[in-house]
């Protein structure tokens, strides 16, 4: 498969079967989970129209979804344009090494900047080499470090 196999597109009402499927492969393969009700209002933010939401996007290869991406638009105190936020990207794991990632990245990339925010950023776990590779060679590595609350 290559990237021109694939079809990205912006989420529909209708993808909430096979988008949960992703996200949940998603949210295992970083050894996390979360209850029904989480799934439920997080596919109803990603389907509403309010700017403050994530978006979210999926690539389709012969009408099956085979990643999904959210991102999201925000101010940021050093900027006058916002920024984006790509908070989640992945590819199932049979979709993996074939352009998925890359196509989902590209299609974030091309509406931040039609949104005027030409800057994204995104996180990922040090142990997630496989991504790492593709990010070094589409994104500059940043030396900032996370915290949060405990």
Known sequence: MSQTDLNVRFLRATDYDSWSALWR???????????????ESTFARLLGDDPQDFTGLVAEKDGR????????FHRHCW???NVCYLQDLYAAE???GLGVGRALIEAVYANAD???AP?????TQDFNATARTLYDRIAVLTPFIKYQRG
């Open 25 to 39: 492969g998603y949210l295992t393969f970083y050894e996390s989970s979360v209850p029904d009700a989480v799934y």
């Open 65 to 72: 979804l085979v990643g999904l991406t959210h991102y999201l």
């Open 79 to 81: 900027k006058i344009e």
């Open 94 to 96: 049979d979709a993996r």
């Open 114 to 116: 039609a949104a005027g």
């Open 119 to 123: 800057s994204v950023y995104w996180l």
